[in-house]
């Protein structure tokens, strides 16, 4: 165990990602090196297209770079099989995306629930611990209100809730607050903050807003494919 305390719990080494449009190469992602230690929060900052998101899809697993490596606890992340990589994201990555991707008429803690029913939780199990969830992102009384009855900022705590449900080590949301007015933005900041000051989650923050930003412990700037030193 020791051995793994020190490793980075993320390492990014020389990654590149290529997209093919008919005759034209695009580097979605060039030459990108990034260690990610447990317990951080950084913010990965860029305009639209700079390559933000690339970098969170190769780092949860959802899409394969082209060129060098990523290291999770120091074991890389191959061009394993589907059910591996399937494995990994649901074991060690939590996602929030803007757009919340809810079941509209599920009850928030049916919602929160279902990625224990993918791991394999028995019901008794996954109401518990999906109600417990629902409490720490502050939704403790509306856990039966169906999600298209709650508001867009109740709706993105039900995402985060159902992104911590497995315990993943990291936490990736992308643009967690662009639905939001800034004032809810702001809340959902705080609910990273604290998973992240309570929790010890590791958690990686894409996002154009650079007042959230500069609330994280470190921002990583990306334009057109390239980290930039700032």
Do not use: W
Not at 66 to 91: F, H, I, M, P, T
Not at 163 to 183: F, H, K, M, Q, Y
């Amino acid at each position: 165990m020791g051995m793994q305390q020190n490793l980075p719990l993320l390492k990014i080494e020389d990654v590149t990602k290529l997209y093919h449009r008919g005759q034209e190469t695009i580097t979605a992602i060039g030459h990108i090196s990034l260690t990610v230690q447990r317990g951080e929060l950084v913010a990965i900052v860029g305009p639209s297209g700079s390559g933000k998101t690339t970098l969170t899809q190769v780092i949860g697993g959802l899409i394969t770079p082209d060129q060098g490596r990523v290291l999770v606890d120091g074991k890389v992340l191959k061009k394993q099989s589907d059910k591996e990589l399937s494995a990994y994201r649901n074991q060690k990555i939590g996602f929030v995306f803007q757009n919340f991707n809810l079941i509209p008429y599920y009850t928030a803690v049916e919602n929160v629930a279902i990625p224990l029913i993918i791991a394999g939780k028995r019901s008794e199990e996954r109401h518990k611990l999906a109600t417990r969830y629902l409490e720490i992102v502050g939704l403790g009384n509306k856990i039966h209100r169906r999600v298209n009855e709650l508001s867009g900022g109740e709706r993105q705590r039900v995402a985060i809730a159902r992104a911590l449900v497995n315990r993943p080590e990291i936490l990736i949301t992308d643009e967690p607050t662009g639905s939001l007015d800034s004032v809810r933005g702001q809340e959902i900041m705080s609910i990273l903050e604290k998973l992240n000051a309570e929790q010890e989650m590791t958690i990686l923050m894409v996002t154009h807003d650079l007042m959230l930003a500069k609330r994280a412990e470190r921002i990583i700037h990306i334009q057109d494919g390239q980290l930039v030193k700032r």
